[in-house]
Protein backbone atom coordinates (compact mmCIF):
# COMPACT_ATOMS: atom_id res chain seq x y z
CA UNK A 1 0.00 0.00 0.00
CA UNK A 2 3.07 2.44 -0.44
CA UNK A 3 2.86 2.84 -3.90
CA UNK A 4 4.04 5.81 -5.06
CA UNK A 5 1.48 7.59 -7.17
CA UNK A 6 2.96 11.12 -7.62
CA UNK A 7 5.65 13.42 -6.46
CA UNK A 8 5.73 17.09 -6.08
CA UNK A 9 9.29 18.42 -7.71
CA UNK A 10 10.67 21.89 -6.14
CA UNK A 11 10.40 24.44 -8.95
CA UNK A 12 11.77 27.41 -6.94
CA UNK A 13 13.84 28.04 -3.55
CA UNK A 14 10.78 28.27 -1.07
CA UNK A 15 9.44 25.01 -2.31
CA UNK A 16 13.02 23.40 -2.29
CA UNK A 17 13.19 24.50 1.69
CA UNK A 18 9.78 22.81 2.25
CA UNK A 19 10.99 19.71 0.45
CA UNK A 20 14.16 19.33 2.79
CA UNK A 21 12.05 20.50 5.93
CA UNK A 22 12.10 17.52 8.93
CA UNK A 23 8.89 17.39 9.03
CA UNK A 24 8.33 16.79 5.80
CA UNK A 25 10.97 13.56 6.01
CA UNK A 26 8.85 10.65 5.51
CA UNK A 27 7.92 12.38 2.11
CA UNK A 28 11.56 12.81 0.74
CA UNK A 29 12.66 11.22 -2.06
CA UNK A 30 16.45 9.74 -0.75
CA UNK A 31 18.31 12.75 -2.41
CA UNK A 32 15.38 15.16 -0.96
CA UNK A 33 15.22 16.73 -4.15
CA UNK A 34 10.98 15.78 -4.14
CA UNK A 35 8.06 14.77 -2.22
CA UNK A 36 7.04 11.68 -2.97
CA UNK A 37 3.04 10.99 -2.17
CA UNK A 38 2.22 7.29 -1.93
CA UNK A 39 -0.84 5.57 -1.40
CA UNK A 40 -0.96 5.58 2.11
CA UNK A 41 0.42 9.44 2.56
CA UNK A 42 -2.74 10.61 4.09
CA UNK A 43 -3.05 10.67 8.14
CA UNK A 44 -6.76 9.79 7.82
CA UNK A 45 -7.00 6.53 5.90
CA UNK A 46 -10.79 6.53 6.24
CA UNK A 47 -11.14 9.75 4.03
CA UNK A 48 -10.84 7.26 1.27
CA UNK A 49 -11.11 10.22 -1.34
CA UNK A 50 -8.33 11.88 0.11
CA UNK A 51 -4.46 11.45 -1.08
CA UNK A 52 -2.37 14.06 0.93
CA UNK A 53 -2.95 17.40 2.45
CA UNK A 54 -0.70 20.27 2.16
CA UNK A 55 -1.02 23.29 4.96
CA UNK A 56 0.41 24.41 7.93
CA UNK A 57 -1.91 22.84 10.50
CA UNK A 58 -0.84 19.36 12.15
CA UNK A 59 -3.51 17.79 10.35
CA UNK A 60 -1.83 18.43 7.27
CA UNK A 61 0.31 15.68 5.64
CA UNK A 62 2.83 17.96 3.84
CA UNK A 63 3.98 20.91 6.26
CA UNK A 64 4.15 24.09 4.12
CA UNK A 65 4.75 27.03 6.71
CA UNK A 66 4.66 30.31 5.08
CA UNK A 67 3.93 34.22 5.88
CA UNK A 68 0.32 34.40 4.09
CA UNK A 69 -0.21 30.45 4.20
CA UNK A 70 -2.74 31.14 7.18
CA UNK A 71 -5.48 27.92 6.54
CA UNK A 72 -4.43 24.82 8.61
CA UNK A 73 -4.80 23.02 5.12
CA UNK A 74 -3.99 24.92 2.22
CA UNK A 75 -4.69 22.15 -0.63
CA UNK A 76 -5.96 18.89 -1.05
CA UNK A 77 -4.97 16.02 -3.42
CA UNK A 78 -8.00 13.86 -3.91
CA UNK A 79 -9.01 10.96 -6.13
CA UNK A 80 -12.28 10.65 -8.16
CA UNK A 81 -12.96 7.65 -7.03
CA UNK A 82 -14.96 5.94 -10.42
CA UNK A 83 -11.78 7.22 -12.61
CA UNK A 84 -8.52 7.52 -10.44
CA UNK A 85 -8.49 10.67 -11.67
CA UNK A 86 -6.24 13.47 -9.28
CA UNK A 87 -7.86 16.68 -8.53
CA UNK A 88 -6.19 19.41 -6.35
CA UNK A 89 -8.72 21.12 -4.35
CA UNK A 90 -8.17 24.55 -2.56
CA UNK A 91 -9.23 25.03 1.06
CA UNK A 92 -7.33 28.33 1.34
CA UNK A 93 -9.96 30.24 -0.34
CA UNK A 94 -8.44 31.42 -3.03
CA UNK A 95 -4.69 31.12 -3.10
CA UNK A 96 -4.21 27.88 -4.39
CA UNK A 97 -3.51 27.70 -8.30
CA UNK A 98 -2.20 25.84 -11.21
CA UNK A 99 -1.17 26.62 -14.27
CA UNK A 100 0.05 24.31 -17.67
CA UNK A 101 3.30 25.61 -17.48
CA UNK A 102 5.77 27.44 -15.44
CA UNK A 103 4.77 30.46 -17.22
CA UNK A 104 2.11 30.85 -15.33
CA UNK A 105 -0.12 32.47 -17.95
CA UNK A 106 -3.51 30.89 -16.75
CA UNK A 107 -4.87 29.16 -13.73
CA UNK A 108 -8.09 27.49 -14.41
CA UNK A 109 -8.65 27.12 -10.73
CA UNK A 110 -8.64 30.71 -9.51
CA UNK A 111 -10.65 31.37 -12.86
CA UNK A 112 -14.02 32.83 -12.83
CA UNK A 113 -16.29 30.50 -12.41
CA UNK A 114 -15.92 29.96 -8.61
CA UNK A 115 -14.73 25.81 -8.73
CA UNK A 116 -12.54 24.94 -5.85
CA UNK A 117 -11.41 22.20 -7.74
CA UNK A 118 -9.55 20.99 -10.74
CA UNK A 119 -8.09 18.06 -12.64
CA UNK A 120 -4.52 17.20 -12.56
CA UNK A 121 -2.97 14.89 -14.82
CA UNK A 122 0.45 14.62 -16.96
CA UNK A 123 1.22 17.66 -18.10
CA UNK A 124 -2.10 19.10 -17.43
CA UNK A 125 -2.31 21.91 -14.10
CA UNK A 126 0.58 20.45 -13.14
CA UNK A 127 2.21 23.17 -11.28
CA UNK A 128 1.31 23.81 -8.28
CA UNK A 129 1.03 27.36 -6.78
CA UNK A 130 0.65 27.74 -3.47
CA UNK A 131 0.17 31.49 -2.23
CA UNK A 132 -0.76 34.61 -4.03
CA UNK A 133 2.30 37.27 -3.56
CA UNK A 134 4.86 36.33 -6.11
CA UNK A 135 7.53 37.30 -3.42
CA UNK A 136 6.19 34.43 -1.60
CA UNK A 137 4.75 31.69 -3.70
CA UNK A 138 6.17 28.05 -3.02
CA UNK A 139 6.08 26.27 -6.79
CA UNK A 140 5.73 22.33 -7.17
CA UNK A 141 5.78 20.62 -10.11
CA UNK A 142 3.60 17.34 -10.23
CA UNK A 143 4.85 14.37 -11.45
CA UNK A 144 2.99 11.14 -12.11
CA UNK A 145 4.51 7.56 -11.08
CA UNK A 146 1.23 5.36 -12.10
CA UNK A 147 -1.60 5.63 -14.76
CA UNK A 148 -4.63 6.19 -14.29
CA UNK A 149 -5.37 2.39 -14.34
CA UNK A 150 -3.31 2.07 -11.38
CA UNK A 151 -4.25 4.57 -9.63
CA UNK A 152 -7.80 2.80 -9.92
CA UNK A 153 -7.07 -0.14 -8.27
CA UNK A 154 -5.50 1.92 -5.17
CA UNK A 155 -8.41 3.67 -4.86
CA UNK A 156 -10.74 0.92 -5.53
CA UNK A 157 -8.77 -1.47 -2.47
CA UNK A 158 -9.23 1.14 -0.22
CA UNK A 159 -12.76 1.40 -0.72
CA UNK A 160 -13.31 -2.41 -0.43
CA UNK A 161 -11.20 -2.01 2.59
CA UNK A 162 -13.91 0.56 4.16
CA UNK A 163 -16.55 0.21 6.53
CA UNK A 164 -20.08 0.97 5.09
CA UNK A 165 -20.06 3.91 7.15
CA UNK A 166 -16.99 5.59 5.99
CA UNK A 167 -18.26 4.17 2.04
CA UNK A 168 -21.15 6.13 3.16
CA UNK A 169 -19.51 9.35 4.34
CA UNK A 170 -16.18 9.54 1.76
CA UNK A 171 -17.15 8.48 -1.37
CA UNK A 172 -19.01 11.89 -2.12
CA UNK A 173 -19.71 12.26 -5.98
CA UNK A 174 -17.93 14.76 -7.38
CA UNK A 175 -19.53 18.56 -8.50
CA UNK A 176 -18.90 18.45 -11.55
CA UNK A 177 -20.12 20.42 -14.42
CA UNK A 178 -23.55 18.94 -15.13
CA UNK A 179 -26.64 19.06 -15.42
CA UNK A 180 -26.15 22.89 -15.13
CA UNK A 181 -28.55 24.01 -18.06
CA UNK A 182 -27.71 27.57 -17.94
CA UNK A 183 -24.04 26.59 -18.49
CA UNK A 184 -24.06 24.24 -21.18
CA UNK A 185 -19.91 23.70 -21.99
CA UNK A 186 -18.36 21.04 -20.13
CA UNK A 187 -14.53 22.00 -19.72
CA UNK A 188 -12.97 19.27 -20.80
CA UNK A 189 -9.70 17.84 -21.40
CA UNK A 190 -8.97 15.12 -23.83
CA UNK A 191 -7.60 11.74 -23.68
CA UNK A 192 -7.95 9.86 -26.67
CA UNK A 193 -10.13 9.63 -29.78
CA UNK A 194 -13.34 7.38 -30.03
CA UNK A 195 -14.34 7.44 -33.50
CA UNK A 196 -15.51 9.71 -36.36
CA UNK A 197 -17.63 9.51 -39.11
CA UNK A 198 -19.21 11.40 -41.93
CA UNK A 199 -20.08 14.07 -39.82
CA UNK A 200 -17.46 14.68 -36.84
CA UNK A 201 -14.97 13.13 -34.35
CA UNK A 202 -15.50 11.56 -30.94
CA UNK A 203 -12.89 12.42 -28.48
CA UNK A 204 -13.11 10.39 -24.56
CA UNK A 205 -12.49 13.50 -22.20
CA UNK A 206 -11.86 14.46 -18.66
CA UNK A 207 -14.40 16.72 -17.35
CA UNK A 208 -11.70 19.45 -15.88
CA UNK A 209 -13.73 20.12 -12.46
CA UNK A 210 -14.68 16.55 -11.40
CA UNK A 211 -12.49 14.13 -13.29
CA UNK A 212 -15.25 12.11 -14.43
CA UNK A 213 -15.52 10.91 -18.05
CA UNK A 214 -17.44 12.07 -20.75
CA UNK A 215 -17.29 11.68 -24.72
CA UNK A 216 -17.50 14.66 -26.97
CA UNK A 217 -18.64 14.92 -30.38
CA UNK A 218 -16.79 18.05 -31.96
CA UNK A 219 -17.93 19.06 -35.35
CA UNK A 220 -18.21 22.32 -37.46
CA UNK A 221 -21.26 22.21 -39.48
CA UNK A 222 -21.90 23.54 -42.67
CA UNK A 223 -25.51 24.65 -42.76
CA UNK A 224 -26.60 27.71 -40.69
CA UNK A 225 -26.23 27.00 -37.29
CA UNK A 226 -30.15 28.55 -35.88
CA UNK A 227 -31.86 25.28 -36.92
CA UNK A 228 -29.06 23.43 -35.88
CA UNK A 229 -29.47 25.18 -32.13
CA UNK A 230 -32.84 24.09 -31.95
CA UNK A 231 -32.52 20.62 -33.39
CA UNK A 232 -29.59 20.01 -30.43
CA UNK A 233 -31.88 21.64 -28.07
CA UNK A 234 -34.59 19.19 -29.01
CA UNK A 235 -31.86 16.32 -28.77
CA UNK A 236 -31.09 17.39 -25.05
CA UNK A 237 -34.44 17.16 -23.66
CA UNK A 238 -34.95 13.40 -25.65
CA UNK A 239 -35.07 11.05 -22.44
CA UNK A 240 -35.34 7.11 -23.44
CA UNK A 241 -33.34 4.53 -21.86
CA UNK A 242 -32.38 3.51 -25.80
CA UNK A 243 -31.53 6.73 -26.38
CA UNK A 244 -27.99 8.28 -25.94
CA UNK A 245 -28.26 11.23 -23.48
CA UNK A 246 -27.14 14.63 -24.10
CA UNK A 247 -24.90 16.28 -21.13
CA UNK A 248 -25.20 19.75 -22.63
CA UNK A 249 -23.63 21.23 -25.97
CA UNK A 250 -21.79 24.30 -26.87
CA UNK A 251 -21.51 25.96 -29.96
CA UNK A 252 -18.04 28.08 -30.20
CA UNK A 253 -18.93 30.99 -32.79
CA UNK A 254 -16.19 31.64 -34.71
CA UNK A 255 -16.34 34.33 -37.78
CA UNK A 256 -19.34 34.20 -39.90
CA UNK A 257 -22.24 32.07 -39.34
CA UNK A 258 -20.53 28.81 -38.69
CA UNK A 259 -19.00 27.84 -35.37
CA UNK A 260 -17.22 24.65 -33.92
CA UNK A 261 -19.97 22.93 -32.01
CA UNK A 262 -18.95 20.36 -28.83
CA UNK A 263 -21.87 17.85 -27.67
CA UNK A 264 -21.16 15.95 -24.39
CA UNK A 265 -22.53 12.55 -23.09
CA UNK A 266 -21.64 9.49 -21.61
CA UNK A 267 -19.07 7.15 -22.98
CA UNK A 268 -20.19 3.83 -23.98
CA UNK A 269 -18.61 0.44 -24.74
CA UNK A 270 -18.45 0.40 -28.19
CA UNK A 271 -20.57 0.37 -31.15
CA UNK A 272 -22.94 -2.26 -32.43
CA UNK A 273 -21.05 -3.16 -35.37
CA UNK A 274 -17.86 -3.60 -33.22
CA UNK A 275 -19.66 -5.98 -31.06
CA UNK A 276 -21.19 -8.04 -33.90
CA UNK A 277 -17.58 -8.18 -35.22
CA UNK A 278 -15.93 -10.18 -32.40
CA UNK A 279 -19.10 -12.28 -31.70
CA UNK A 280 -18.77 -15.41 -33.23
CA UNK A 281 -21.27 -17.82 -31.59
CA UNK A 282 -24.93 -17.99 -33.49
CA UNK A 283 -26.59 -17.99 -29.91
CA UNK A 284 -24.77 -15.26 -29.21
CA UNK A 285 -25.89 -13.45 -31.79
CA UNK A 286 -29.51 -14.02 -31.88
CA UNK A 287 -29.84 -13.14 -28.19
CA UNK A 288 -28.29 -9.68 -29.08
CA UNK A 289 -29.96 -9.83 -32.35
CA UNK A 290 -33.41 -9.51 -30.25
CA UNK A 291 -32.46 -6.95 -27.88
CA UNK A 292 -31.17 -4.82 -30.30
CA UNK A 293 -34.75 -5.13 -32.40
CA UNK A 294 -36.28 -4.39 -29.26
CA UNK A 295 -34.63 -1.59 -28.03
CA UNK A 296 -34.28 0.24 -31.20
CA UNK A 297 -37.84 -0.07 -31.53
CA UNK A 298 -38.67 1.49 -28.61
CA UNK A 299 -36.36 4.40 -29.32
CA UNK A 300 -37.66 4.75 -32.76
CA UNK A 301 -41.42 4.96 -31.23
CA UNK A 302 -40.13 7.03 -29.06
CA UNK A 303 -38.92 9.73 -31.66
CA UNK A 304 -41.77 8.81 -34.02
CA UNK A 305 -43.68 10.94 -30.91
CA UNK A 306 -41.48 13.16 -30.71
CA UNK A 307 -42.29 14.19 -34.26
CA UNK A 308 -38.31 12.99 -35.10
CA UNK A 309 -36.81 11.20 -38.01
CA UNK A 310 -33.31 10.00 -37.37
CA UNK A 311 -32.61 8.99 -40.57
CA UNK A 312 -29.32 7.29 -40.24
CA UNK A 313 -30.00 4.22 -38.34
CA UNK A 314 -26.88 1.67 -38.61
CA UNK A 315 -25.09 -0.50 -36.36
CA UNK A 316 -22.00 2.38 -36.30
CA UNK A 317 -24.74 4.85 -34.61
CA UNK A 318 -25.84 1.80 -32.34
CA UNK A 319 -23.91 2.09 -29.07
CA UNK A 320 -23.88 -0.69 -26.12
CA UNK A 321 -22.86 -0.94 -22.69
CA UNK A 322 -23.57 -3.98 -19.88
CA UNK A 323 -25.45 -3.36 -17.46
CA UNK A 324 -25.03 -4.51 -13.54
CA UNK A 325 -26.20 -8.26 -14.56
CA UNK A 326 -24.23 -8.11 -17.73
CA UNK A 327 -27.04 -7.52 -20.15
CA UNK A 328 -26.30 -5.30 -23.10
CA UNK A 329 -27.46 -2.06 -23.26
CA UNK A 330 -28.26 -0.24 -26.94
CA UNK A 331 -28.56 3.42 -27.22
CA UNK A 332 -28.86 4.91 -30.61
CA UNK A 333 -26.63 7.91 -31.55
CA UNK A 334 -25.69 10.06 -34.02
CA UNK A 335 -28.48 12.44 -34.46
CA UNK A 336 -26.59 15.01 -36.90
CA UNK A 337 -28.20 14.12 -39.96
CA UNK A 338 -31.80 14.06 -38.18
CA UNK A 339 -33.76 17.02 -38.33
CA UNK A 340 -37.05 17.55 -37.62
CA UNK A 341 -40.15 16.24 -39.43
CA UNK A 342 -40.76 19.92 -40.88
CA UNK A 343 -37.72 20.24 -41.89
CA UNK A 344 -36.98 16.63 -43.31
CA UNK A 345 -36.08 16.78 -46.93
CA UNK A 346 -32.37 16.79 -48.15
CA UNK A 347 -30.93 13.39 -49.04
CA UNK A 348 -29.09 11.91 -46.84
CA UNK A 349 -28.48 9.05 -44.79
CA UNK A 350 -26.25 5.83 -45.47
CA UNK A 351 -26.98 3.97 -48.93
CA UNK A 352 -27.29 0.41 -47.98
CA UNK A 353 -29.69 1.72 -44.92
CA UNK A 354 -31.55 4.44 -46.59
CA UNK A 355 -35.36 3.57 -47.24
CA UNK A 356 -36.61 3.64 -50.74
CA UNK A 357 -38.95 6.70 -49.75
CA UNK A 358 -35.92 9.09 -48.99
CA UNK A 359 -35.04 9.15 -52.48
CA UNK A 360 -38.40 10.09 -53.55
CA UNK A 361 -40.41 13.44 -53.12
CA UNK A 362 -42.10 11.54 -50.83
CA UNK A 363 -42.57 13.97 -47.35
CA UNK A 364 -40.19 11.89 -45.07
CA UNK A 365 -42.04 9.86 -41.77
CA UNK A 366 -40.58 8.25 -39.04
CA UNK A 367 -41.53 4.65 -40.86
CA UNK A 368 -38.10 5.47 -43.25
CA UNK A 369 -36.10 4.98 -39.54
CA UNK A 370 -37.91 1.03 -38.96
CA UNK A 371 -36.71 0.20 -42.89
CA UNK A 372 -32.62 0.96 -41.70
CA UNK A 373 -33.65 -0.94 -38.77
CA UNK A 374 -35.16 -3.17 -40.69
CA UNK A 375 -31.22 -3.87 -42.39
CA UNK A 376 -29.33 -3.11 -39.56
CA UNK A 377 -31.01 -6.38 -38.44
CA UNK A 378 -29.69 -8.04 -41.79
CA UNK A 379 -26.30 -7.39 -40.71
CA UNK A 380 -26.36 -7.88 -37.45
CA UNK A 381 -28.01 -11.22 -38.08
CA UNK A 382 -25.86 -11.52 -41.60
CA UNK A 383 -29.13 -12.85 -42.69
CA UNK A 384 -27.76 -14.76 -46.48
CA UNK A 385 -24.40 -13.82 -45.90
CA UNK A 386 -25.47 -9.85 -45.71
CA UNK A 387 -22.40 -8.56 -44.93
CA UNK A 388 -20.43 -9.84 -47.56
CA UNK A 389 -22.61 -8.93 -49.82
CA UNK A 390 -21.19 -6.46 -52.40
CA UNK A 391 -24.40 -4.04 -53.53
CA UNK A 392 -23.65 -2.21 -56.81
CA UNK A 393 -27.07 0.29 -56.03
CA UNK A 394 -29.55 1.29 -53.93
CA UNK A 395 -31.96 -1.10 -56.24
CA UNK A 396 -30.39 -4.27 -55.11
CA UNK A 397 -30.11 -3.47 -51.43
CA UNK A 398 -33.87 -3.06 -51.70
CA UNK A 399 -34.51 -6.01 -54.13
CA UNK A 400 -32.67 -8.19 -51.49
CA UNK A 401 -34.82 -6.89 -48.62
CA UNK A 402 -37.54 -7.62 -50.57
CA UNK A 403 -36.52 -11.48 -51.60
CA UNK A 404 -35.70 -12.05 -47.66
CA UNK A 405 -38.95 -10.19 -46.37
CA UNK A 406 -41.04 -12.39 -48.46
CA UNK A 407 -39.76 -15.25 -48.71
CA UNK A 408 -36.91 -15.80 -45.90
CA UNK A 409 -38.85 -17.63 -42.97
CA UNK A 410 -35.99 -17.47 -40.73
CA UNK A 411 -36.99 -13.73 -40.29
CA UNK A 412 -40.46 -13.89 -40.66
CA UNK A 413 -41.41 -12.53 -37.14
CA UNK A 414 -40.11 -8.97 -38.52
CA UNK A 415 -40.90 -9.06 -42.18
CA UNK A 416 -43.28 -5.56 -41.76
CA UNK A 417 -40.54 -3.56 -41.38
CA UNK A 418 -38.78 -4.83 -44.59
CA UNK A 419 -41.98 -3.64 -46.73
CA UNK A 420 -41.32 -0.60 -49.60
CA UNK A 421 -44.29 0.64 -49.56
CA UNK A 422 -44.52 2.83 -46.46
CA UNK A 423 -48.31 3.01 -46.41
CA UNK A 424 -47.93 -1.17 -45.78
CA UNK A 425 -44.99 -1.11 -43.65
CA UNK A 426 -45.18 -1.51 -40.26
CA UNK A 427 -44.65 1.40 -37.52
CA UNK A 428 -42.10 0.70 -34.19
CA UNK A 429 -45.45 0.84 -32.48
CA UNK A 430 -46.79 -1.93 -34.08
CA UNK A 431 -44.13 -4.16 -34.29
CA UNK A 432 -44.21 -3.99 -30.63
CA UNK A 433 -47.41 -4.43 -30.34
CA UNK A 434 -46.85 -7.80 -32.61
CA UNK A 435 -44.11 -9.24 -30.05
CA UNK A 436 -46.74 -8.27 -26.87
CA UNK A 437 -44.08 -5.60 -25.64
CA UNK A 438 -46.85 -2.61 -25.27
CA UNK A 439 -44.28 -1.90 -22.17
CA UNK A 440 -42.05 -0.38 -24.69
CA UNK A 441 -44.28 1.82 -26.09
CA UNK A 442 -43.87 5.31 -25.55
CA UNK A 443 -46.60 7.51 -23.32
CA UNK A 444 -48.20 4.34 -22.60
CA UNK A 445 -50.39 4.32 -26.35
CA UNK A 446 -52.33 1.22 -27.14
CA UNK A 447 -51.48 -0.15 -30.40
CA UNK A 448 -52.24 -3.14 -32.72
CA UNK A 449 -50.29 -5.45 -34.67
CA UNK A 450 -49.66 -4.89 -38.82
CA UNK A 451 -52.15 -6.87 -40.49
CA UNK A 452 -51.14 -9.70 -42.48
CA UNK A 453 -54.36 -9.37 -44.64
CA UNK A 454 -52.60 -5.86 -45.52
CA UNK A 455 -49.38 -7.49 -46.03
CA UNK A 456 -50.69 -10.47 -48.16
CA UNK A 457 -52.55 -7.66 -50.37
CA UNK A 458 -49.73 -5.95 -50.89
CA UNK A 459 -48.01 -8.98 -51.93
CA UNK A 460 -50.25 -10.17 -54.47
CA UNK A 461 -50.22 -6.77 -56.03
CA UNK A 462 -46.68 -7.42 -56.23
CA UNK A 463 -47.07 -10.96 -57.99
CA UNK A 464 -49.40 -9.39 -60.78
CA UNK A 465 -47.22 -7.46 -61.54
CA UNK A 466 -49.20 -4.52 -60.34
CA UNK A 467 -46.85 -2.84 -58.47
CA UNK A 468 -43.28 -1.63 -59.50
CA UNK A 469 -40.84 -3.84 -57.16
CA UNK A 470 -42.39 -6.83 -59.18
CA UNK A 471 -39.24 -7.37 -61.34
CA UNK A 472 -37.18 -8.19 -58.45
CA UNK A 473 -40.05 -11.67 -57.64
CA UNK A 474 -39.12 -12.67 -61.23
CA UNK A 475 -36.84 -15.33 -59.81
CA UNK A 476 -39.75 -16.53 -56.94
CA UNK A 477 -41.88 -18.98 -58.19
CA UNK A 478 -45.14 -19.12 -57.53
CA UNK A 479 -45.09 -22.43 -55.24
CA UNK A 480 -42.56 -20.79 -53.83
CA UNK A 481 -44.52 -18.29 -52.24
CA UNK A 482 -47.72 -20.36 -52.33
CA UNK A 483 -45.55 -22.65 -49.75
CA UNK A 484 -44.81 -19.92 -47.55
CA UNK A 485 -48.71 -20.64 -45.96
CA UNK A 486 -50.03 -17.25 -47.52
CA UNK A 487 -53.20 -16.03 -47.73
CA UNK A 488 -55.32 -16.94 -51.23
CA UNK A 489 -55.01 -13.69 -53.33
CA UNK A 490 -57.70 -11.37 -52.73
CA UNK A 491 -60.87 -11.42 -54.17
CA UNK A 492 -61.21 -9.98 -57.56
CA UNK A 493 -62.03 -6.45 -57.62
CA UNK A 494 -61.58 -6.12 -53.47
CA UNK A 495 -59.91 -3.06 -53.25
CA UNK A 496 -56.21 -3.18 -51.24
CA UNK A 497 -56.25 -1.13 -47.76
CA UNK A 498 -53.90 1.51 -48.59
N1 LIG B 1 -20.66 8.18 -26.54
C1 LIG B 1 -19.79 7.45 -27.22
N2 LIG B 1 -19.07 6.49 -26.59
C2 LIG B 1 -18.18 5.74 -27.29
N3 LIG B 1 -17.94 5.87 -28.61
C3 LIG B 1 -18.62 6.80 -29.30
C4 LIG B 1 -19.58 7.62 -28.65
N4 LIG B 1 -20.12 8.44 -29.58
C5 LIG B 1 -19.53 8.14 -30.75
N5 LIG B 1 -18.62 7.15 -30.60
C6 LIG B 1 -17.78 6.59 -31.68
O1 LIG B 1 -17.54 7.59 -32.66
C7 LIG B 1 -18.10 7.23 -33.93
C8 LIG B 1 -18.67 8.46 -34.62
O2 LIG B 1 -19.66 9.06 -33.82
P1 LIG B 1 -21.01 9.55 -34.46
O3 LIG B 1 -21.80 10.25 -33.41
O4 LIG B 1 -21.68 8.41 -35.16
O5 LIG B 1 -20.48 10.65 -35.49
P2 LIG B 1 -20.53 10.76 -37.07
O6 LIG B 1 -21.63 11.70 -37.36
O7 LIG B 1 -19.21 11.34 -37.39
O8 LIG B 1 -20.77 9.39 -37.64
C9 LIG B 1 -19.16 6.18 -33.59
O9 LIG B 1 -19.42 5.32 -34.68
C10 LIG B 1 -18.48 5.47 -32.43
O10 LIG B 1 -17.49 4.58 -32.91
MG1 LIG C 1 -22.10 7.93 -37.10
Not at 52 to 68: C, E, L, Q, S, V
Not at 70 to 98: M, Q
Not at 182 to 204: A, D, N, P, R
Request: net charge positive.
Amino acid sequence: MDTPIFSLRPKNNRARIITRRRENESFASPEKDELIIRANSHQFPQEICVIATMGKGKDADIFTPGYRMADPIHCAFVINWKTGIILVEDRSGGSTSLYDNSKLVYSPLNADRGYNRVVVMDNKNSYLVLGKSKATQVIFKIVFSLGLDETLKIIQRRISGASADVQRDFLWTFHGQLPQKEQKKIHHYTLVKLGSGGFGTVWKSVDIYSGDIVAVKEFVPWWTSDSLDREIDALSRFQHPFIIPLYGWYANPRSGSKGRYEMFMPVMQGTLDDLMLRTHSPKETIDIGNAVLLQMLSALDYLACMDFIHRDVKPENILFETDHLGNYVFKLTDFGVSNTIALAQSEVGTETYMAPEMRSDLPQRPKADVWSLFVTMLWVLDVKQFRSLDFKSHLEVQGFVLQNAILNSDIEYMRDMGILNRAVRASAAQMLAKYGRQDLIALGRTERAPDSNRFNAWLWRIWDGRDRWGNYMKRITTERVLRLGLLPPPEPGASPAW
